[in-house]
C-alpha cells in the first residue's frame, strides 16, 4: 500500500474522530481505546455472522454478498485505523512494525515447513 494513501486514510479517520469527539481529551484515551477495542470486536462478530450465513448460500448455490462482506472489512479497518491513532502511531510506524511482523512471521512459516 502506497504510504500516501495510508496517510489519507489516516487523515480522514482523524476528522471523523474529531466530529465524533474521540481522541480529545488524554484523560480519556484508555476509555477510548476500550471502547474502540469492543467496537472491532463487534465488526468482527458481524463479519463472522456473514461468513456463517454466507456458507449457507453457497451450499444452496446462491450468489455471496461480497458487497456486504467489504462493507464490514472496511468497518474493522476503520476502527483499527482509529486504534492506531489514539497509540500515536502513524503511517511509517503502521508501516515499518508491518513489515517486521510479516518478516518474523515469514521465518516462522518457513522454519516450520523445514
Given amino acids: 500500500m502506497n504510504l500516501l494513501y495510508l ?4 487523515r480522514i479517520q482523524k476528522e471523523f474522530m474529531d466530529l465524533i469527539n474521540v ?4 484523560d ?3 476509555q477510548e481505546i476500550e471502547n474502540c477495542v469492543l467496537g472491532l470486536t463487534e465488526e468482527l462478530g458481524e463479519l463472522a455472522r456473514i461468513l456463517n450465513d ?3 448460500i453457497w451450499r444452496q448455490g446462491e450468489s455471496v454478498r461480497q458487497h456486504v462482506f467489504k462493507e464490514e472489512l472496511v ?3 476503520a476502527y483499527l485505523l482509529e486504534l492506531f491513532i489514539l ?3 502513524d503511517e ?4 515499518s512494525s508491518y513489515l517486521t511482523k510479516m518478516k518474523i512471521n515469514k521465518n ?3 522454519e516450520n515447513n523445514d
Wanted: net charge positive; proline share 4%.
Fill in 92 to 95: 511509517l510506524q503502521i508501516h
Fill in 75 to 77: 468497518d474493522i479497518l
Fill in 7 to 10: 496517510r489519507s486514510m489516516i
Fill in 28 to 30: 480519556l484515551k484508555s
Fill in 87 to 89: 497509540i500515536d502511531f
Fill in 108 to 110: 516462522r512459516v518457513e
Fill in 23 to 26: 481522541g480529545k481529551d488524554p
Fill in 54 to 56: 454466507q456458507r449457507k
